[in-house]
């Protein structure tokens, strides 16, 4: 489906090292973020209590998270679960404060709000866990990205697989460095949206180069450049429409989805925001440098001097 063609293929290799060159100071940012300030580890991977409770009538987060403020826990998250009526409580793991007198603590500040209001679950999160949970993500994201590196290159070949895992690794990093510069609460729900960002970005890259590799067979006389900048074009009107209705899917779950799904959303927001760019202005430019030929995928059937088409010695 096509929404426009356009008829003049845009020179986007004319820019490629200047938008390779901006790609490059916003991952050194990003890695710089990192470095200094970290990912604000949640609940999740830090360890802490992990409480569920229940209204007769639906809840208002801002009027909890100020009761238990004024108890003086801290970096309290509060958020709808699975109905208004129900409420998760977060409270990361601090100091000598055991998990049954936290709750205690919590039960007795909402008592004097909603006398009505009951506790269904409590967990605790031990810091080993977190810690465990932490490594095992961390490895999530280092298969995930070897497995594209080798679907790739036994589909395409190295230079496109090399590319693509670029741009990707790319987007993870300008997304986690996001995280670590705001100090968005990092949890495993964003790292399923990390994950999910992986495997949106590689599938726009898959289909920009196989658009690039019918161009190597079909546009003999065309330079490389060229090249790219058709299939670039000749795709655009799909990427365009994908990317928009994605888009809107993932910002309708960030501005209404509630806090539950507000990071997960936000790390798809800027994960697909920057899988356009990277797709089209980091891999490909990438790509190009280096040094894909039409050789590597056309074979030359030609017969060799001094040998005759049956492969007899004349």
């Not at 096509?2 to 790609?23: H, N, Q």
């Not at 940012?29 to 992990?50: E, I, M, P, R, S």
């Not at 496109?160 to 986690?176: E, Y």
């Not at 960030?254 to 697909?272: K, P, R, S, V």
Request: proline share 3%; aromatic share 8%.
């Amino acid at each position: 489906m096509e929404f426009f063609r356009l008829k003049k293929d845009i020179p986007f290799m004319r820019y490629g090292k200047v938008t390779t060159a901006i790609s490059l100071l916003t991952f050194i940012f990003a890695v710089w973020a990192l470095a200094t300030k970290g990912l604000n580890l949640g609940v999740d991977f830090t360890g802490g209590t992990v409480m569920e409770v229940a209204y007769t009538q639906p809840a208002h987060l801002d009027i909890i998270r100020t009761t238990l403020e004024h108890t003086g826990l801290p970096e309290v998250s509060v958020q709808t679960f699975g109905t208004t009526r129900d409420v998760l409580i977060r409270l990361p793991l601090k100091g000598n404060t055991t998990s049954a007198r936290t709750s205690d603590t919590v039960m007795a500040a909402l008592k004097t709000q909603d006398p009505t209001v009951e506790l269904k679950r409590v967990d605790f999160v031990g810091p080993q866990v977190g810690k465990e949970l932490y490594d095992n993500g961390a490895l999530a994201l280092v298969v995930v990205a070897i497995g594209i590196l080798i679907y790739l290159a036994l589909r395409f070949e190295w230079r496109f697989a090399l590319a693509a895992i670029i741009a990707n690794v790319h987007d993870v990093v300008i997304i986690l460095g996001c995280f670590a510069f705001f100090q968005w609460e990092f949890t495993l729900t964003v790292l399923a949206g990390v994950l999910a960002v992986l495997g949106y970005s590689v599938n726009e890259s898959v289909v920009v180069f196989d658009r690039i590799r019918e161009n190597l067979r079909k546009m003999r006389k065309t330079s490389i450049p060229d090249i790219i900048d058709s299939a670039i074009t000749t795709t655009m009107s799909r990427t365009i429409i994908t990317h928009a209705m994605t888009q809107m899917m993932v910002l309708s779950m960030l501005f209404l989805g509630g806090e539950a799904l507000h990071n997960f959303a936000l790390a798809l927001t800027i994960g697909i925001l920057f899988g356009i760019y990277s797709s089209v202005l980091v891999a490909s430019p990438i790509l190009l440098m280096l040094g894909v030929r039409r050789e590597h995928f056309i074979k030359d059937n030609k017969p060799k001097e001094g040998v005759a088409a049956d492969g007899a010695q004349v």
